[in-house]
């Protein structure tokens, strides 16, 4: 079965930048369109970046400039470099296929405070 493991999240200043990994097993990441999503409390959850099987990538207006999507094939991983941090960006981020699966992984949390 399928399993996504993220991982990566913490607590930055703003203005910082963090990286996240998504370890995928059961599935392969250069196949699927795969997708960096995030979710705030009270909000729903949005996709936030997009990696297709070409390589290109697509970003959420929020994010663009400062977020970079990139997968290693080798490792069947995703990852997500975060920079320029800013509060509005804490959230639960997680990785999924886009369209997303039923399944969720457990999400990492990244929280930008001073």
């Known amino acids: 079965q399928v399993q996504l493991v993220e991982s990566g999240g913490g607590l930055v200043q703003p203005g910082g930048s963090l990286s996240l990994s998504c370890a995928a097993s059961g599935t392969i990441v250069s196949v699927y369109v795969m997708g960096w999503y995030r979710q705030s409390p009270g909000k729903q959850r949005e996709l936030v970046a997009t990696?297709?099987?070409?390589?290109?990538?697509n970003y959420a207006d929020s994010v663009k400039g400062r977020f970079t999507i990139s997968r290693d094939n080798a490792k069947n991983t995703v990852y997500l470099q975060m920079n320029s941090l800013k509060p509005e960006d804490t959230a639960i981020y997680y990785c999924?296929?886009?369209?997303?699966?039923?399944?969720w992984g457990q999400g990492t949390q990244v929280t930008v405070s001073s």
């Open positions: 990696i297709f099987r070409t390589g290109n990538t």
């Open positions: 999924n296929r886009r369209p997303p699966l039923e399944y």
